[in-house]
């Protein structure tokens, strides 16, 4: 009987406390690189396990071609253990006993030349790795390029390894079928390794889609020493008895149908960006499973990628995951429910609408404290669902950040949750490198995500949000406050923000400039910065470009509370003849336009070519009189050893009259060093016109917020962009996180008290 997908987002309650799952280390993968490696090489981490004792934590890394180790006694300080070579590339490992199992693909490709290449004579590998000397104690040859590994449960009495012999994306369109065929090896695990023996197991003529070549993707084996393999291609499941190695039972795993959804990529912005738009829908489109998880011995989960495309030009997309019985029946659908909740915590990945959306590609199970628990991995989303899956209508109890293209999860039985990312920005030109993320269910600290997430709409949709880059508190209401997106999508909003409850609410999002979406070249807002007007409406500050194929002035933007543009003002010509593509970053607002004194002043983001090094404008511009003066605002030095630069963020007016800075570096993670507040004086310099020479202020160092920042997240984030301060004194902070475009997702959204009211 299909079960229909829970309504469970917004998440308005978490986990018991004794089982949440709260982040505790992360161990950045490039640690482990070898003596003579240089600082950039590409890393990875894929598939994961934990040794019995919980010592030790082996992923495979199949972009260095290598297994590494880390130390996981204190899983609150991981530690390098170093790496292993392999004689090719893993694509799977497991822990059995006191050995590692290591499926290494050691297929060939002779850079074209010859009849051969690594598709059509697939080879591969099973290293048996002892763990304690680190060294090889047997090598079985596997007759073929292998994917997926696992042991069974029941005291390891077998292996089974799927053969993928993976299709060649280049031929005939990436269609199947492309032989050789795939198959499934059975290992027996009686005795020592040399007395291990492999048994083969025939997959062919099973699948209703390309019978004759099935690709076998992942494997997971129940209590019975069933495995269940998914043919991710074929969209076909297979149940093999290892024992007697047949084939005991074999089922397509059909097609879904999917509505709400964001299914098309607009090219509706200067950048090239669109919208998330959850009005599309997906009809009868195949599952195509990735991995699979046994949920006891009578049903499993598949996570439903959707990677192929058939010839008829449709692609997968099927974005859900599935609970099928041991006969196949589907006992839950997940439908659009994952991908709401990938996008009301503002982690959907707008540019993968029209291919596969949030793209769930992992799944594990677990047991903790007498309930059973299903993880589900966005690969696009950088997010881990965690549904109660113990009996009935799975419910999620827990969204979790993770690095950038979650891969491998392991759970284990004391609650420890180790999930990997593969994805390297060295390899693409930027800084996000591979993390693995470690949670420990019922830890003892306050760590919680999401931090922001948004209601549903009128129409029982989340709202769609990302790119948070400015933050302000509404001048009559301590738990509202407002935020404005940058330029990733088409469209600039402004956001509502409950902070009377935990997590933070979005619970409305205003167009600015009531942009006609048919009109592309309408509204080219970058929103860095956003204050509220005492008598209503808002100011808004807009960075600039300068580089090619983009002429956005930097501008302040005045509108009405529905978002309306009333007014916009740009910089003097003479200062933006120096401008560099580094402009507006904040924006704040003194006075009332009703008693003749309203000001709006800027902070620019970096040097322009007219400023001494290490020095950037504070800009004020009168309202009444429609002029500009500036100061000069000194930034620290650069203090990462990766270099970069420091600039500013946010500027926020204090009911004293003085001023709050947001200053940072362009680092993240381990590279991270500066994510400060000061405090500026603007009464204490006499602010002169461009072209003058303008006096430097003087700063105070009100807060450092690295702290906060790496306490609230599994990788302290480069963007700190946003300071708000509520009438009450209460002080919030939110960080950008680009749109979860080469950016690991997370929003860090900061609760820092009253400090300010000590100063």
């Known amino acids: 009987m299909l ?33 003579g490696d240089p600082a950039d090489a590409i890393t990875s981490a894929e598939i994961v396990d934990v040794t019995d004792d919980g010592a030790t934590l082996i992923y495979s890394d199949a972009l260095a071609g290598r297994i590494g180790f880390v130390d996981i006694s204190d899983p609150t300080d991981p530690m390098p253990l170093g790496a292993l070579d392999m004689p090719g590339d893993p694509t799977s490992l497991v822990i059995h006993r006191r ?22 004579a697939p080879s591969g590998k099973l290293l048996v790795i002892d763990l304690a000397s680190r060294t090889t104690v047997r090598t079985i040859d596997l007759g073929g390029q292998p994917d997926s590994i696992a042991v069974s449960p029941n005291g390891g009495r077998y292996a089974a390894i799927v053969i993928e012999n993976e299709r060649d994306e280049d031929e005939n369109d990436g269609l199947i079928p492309q032989l050789p065929a795939g198959f499934l090896q059975v290992l027996d695990l009686a005795g020592q390794p040399n007395r291990w023996s492999l048994r083969k197991v025939e997959l062919t003529g099973l699948a ?25 291609e074929n969209n076909h499941l297979v149940i093999a008895d290892l024992r007697t190695g047949r084939v005991v039972n074999h089922f397509s795993a059909g097609t879904v149908d999917i509505s709400d959804v964001d299914t098309t ?9 669109g919208l998330i738009e959850l009005t599309g829908s997906l009809e009868e489109r195949r599952r195509e499973p990735d991995a699979v998880a046994w949920i006891g011995n009578q049903r499993f989960a598949t996570a439903n990628e959707g990677d192929y495309e058939d010839e008829n030009g449709e692609e997968g997309g099927s974005r859900s995951f599935t609970i099928f019985d041991i006969r196949g ?22 540019g993968r609408s029209e291919n596969k959306g949030s793209e769930p590609e992992g799944v594990e199970v677990g047991r903790y404290r007498g309930r059973t628990y299903l993880f589900v991995a966005s690969e696009r989303g950088n997010v881990l669902g ?26 284990t039985h004391d609650g420890l949750l180790a999930v990997t990312s593969e994805v390297d920005g060295v390899d693409d030109g930027f800084a996000v490198r591979p993390v693995i993320t470690l949670f420990r269910a019922g830890a ?25 880059s400015g933050l302000a508190g509404d001048p009559a209401d301590s738990d509202t406050l407002w935020a404005v997106s940058d330029s990733f999508l088409a469209q600039a909003w402004l956001y509502r923000i409950d902070v009377s409850v935990n997590p933070a609410i979005i619970g409305e999002r205003i167009a600015i400039g009531g942009i006609d979406l048919g009109d592309k070249g309408l509204g080219d807002y970058d929103l860095e910065g956003v204050a509220a007007r005492p008598e209503g409406g808002f100011w808004l500050g807009s960075e600039g470009r300068t580089n090619s194929g983009s002429s956005r002035p930097n501008l302040i933007i005045r509108t009405d509370a529905s978002g309306n543009v009333l007014d916009s003002v740009s910089l003097p010509d003479s200062l933006v003849a120096n401008a560099t593509s580094s402009g507006i970053e904040g924006v704040a607002v003194t006075g009332t336009a009703a ?9 620019m983001q970096r040097e322009w070519g007219d400023d001494p090094a290490g020095k950037v404008k504070i800009g004020r511009y009168d309202v009444a009189t429609g002029t500009w003066t500036f100061a000069h605002y000194p930034l620290d030095a650069v203090e990462s050893p990766a270099g970069g630069w420091v600039g500013l963020s946010e500027i926020t007016a204090l009911a004293d009259g003085t001023m709050a800075i947001v200053e940072r570096d362009n680092q993240l993670g381990q590279e991270a060093r500066i994510k400060r507040i000061y405090g500026i004086d603007p009464s204490s310099v006499t602010l002169k016109p461009h072209g003058e020479t303008l006096e430097i202020l003087s700063k105070t160092l009100l807060r450092d917020v690295y702290p906060n920042l790496d306490a609230a997240s599994i990788s302290v984030p480069d963007k700190l962009e946003g300071l708000g301060v509520a009438p009450d004194g209460a002080v919030y902070a939110v960080t950008d996180n680009d749109g979860v475009d080469e950016n690991y997702g997370e929003t860090v959204f900061l609760r820092l008290g009253h400090w300010l009211d000590a100063l």
């Open 3 to 35: 079960a229909a997908a829970a309504a469970t987002w917004p998440l308005v309650t978490d986990a018991k406390p004794d089982s949440a799952l709260r982040h505790i280390g992360s161990f950045f993968v490039p640690e482990n690189l070898l003596p």
């Open 99 to 120: 050995w590692v199992l290591v499926a290494v693909n050691t297929s060939q490709d002779p850079d074209g030349e010859g009849p051969l290449n690594e598709y059509d």
């Open 208 to 232: 209703d889609f390309a019978p004759s070549d099935p690709e076998p993707e992942f494997v997971d084996i129940n209590g019975r020493n069933q495995a269940v393999i998914t043919l991710q």
């Open 265 to 273: 990529e607009e090219e509706l912005g200067p950048q090239g960006n």
């Open 329 to 350: 029946n589907v006992l839950y659908e997940a439908g659009n429910s994952f991908e709401h909740a990938v996008v009301g915590a503002g982690h959907y990945p707008e």
């Open 386 to 411: 965690v549904y109660d899956v113990t009996s009935g209508t799975p419910t999620m109890t827990q969204l979790l950040p993770t690095g950038m293209g979650p891969e491998g999860i392991k759970f």
């Open 444 to 468: 003892r600290n306050d760590w919680s995500y999401p931090q922001l997430e948004s209601a549903n709409d009128a129409n029982g949709l989340p709202i769609p949000w990302v790119a948070m």
């Open 595 to 603: 008693n003749g004194d309203e000001v709006v002043w800027i902070v």
